[in-house]
């Protein structure tokens, strides 16, 4: 399954919906996707699965790219 994973950048700062960004990533179950991402200096705020029609509305943004961890 592909997940996207909202984030901050910075973990020691309180999280601002201005400076919130995205990835994708594909993985098994949520679990996973954290594991993955567990060395990387990311505050996570939330992981939502992207599938069926969102799926495909996400591919036509310019900023889909999915990860390779």
Known sequence: MIYKVFFQQ???E???RENTESLY???SAVF???RK???KPYN???IQV??????EYEKQSE???VLEI
């Open 50 to 55: 992207v599938d069926g029609a969102y799926l």
């Open 32 to 34: 996973e996707v954290r």
């Open 37 to 39: 991402l567990i060395d």
């Open 14 to 16: 309180a999280p601002v």
């Open 44 to 46: 996570i705020e939330f």
């Open 63 to 65: 900023n889909y790219k």
């Open 10 to 12: 910075n973990p020691t």
């Open 25 to 27: 990533i594909e993985a």
